[in-house]
């Protein structure tokens, strides 16, 4: 059973900077696919960026040109690391893996963009 613990929410102000990390436990082989996810209140959960163990990327069209993903597969722990956050990302970002064929969820973490 695949576990997902993520790390590095916070409260920050617009244009600035966060880095999300996500581990996954609990098995001995690669994760095919890592990725975030995030939900605004009122609204769907939404993909942010994904990335395969053989490095291929998917990025939303809003992540595009801020984000960037990058993974450590040794470690199954993949980041996100977002610039020129804007209030509108406000959301719970939730870690996301896929293996055998299951999906696995993180419990998410917090990130605002306030001033």
């Known amino acids: 059973h695949v576990q997902l613990v993520e790390s590095g929410g916070g409260l920050v102000q617009p244009e600035g900077s966060l880095r999300l990390s996500c581990t996954g436990s609990?098995?001995?082989?690669?994760?095919?696919?890592m990725g975030w996810y995030r939900q605004a209140p009122g609204k769907q959960r939404e993909l942010v960026a994904t990335?395969?163990?053989?490095?291929?990327?998917n990025y939303a069209n809003s992540a595009k040109g801020r984000f960037t993903i990058s993974r450590d597969n040794d470690r199954n722990t993949v980041y996100v690391q977002m610039n020129s956050l804007k209030p509108e990302d406000t959301a719970v970002y939730y870690c996301?893996?896929?293996?055998?064929?299951?999906?696995?969820w993180g419990q998410g973490t917090q990130v605002t963009v306030s001033s």
């Open positions: 996301y893996a896929r293996w055998a064929s299951e999906n696995y």
């Open positions: 990335m395969t163990s053989s490095g291929l990327t």
């Open positions: 609990g098995i001995s082989s690669r994760l095919n696919v």
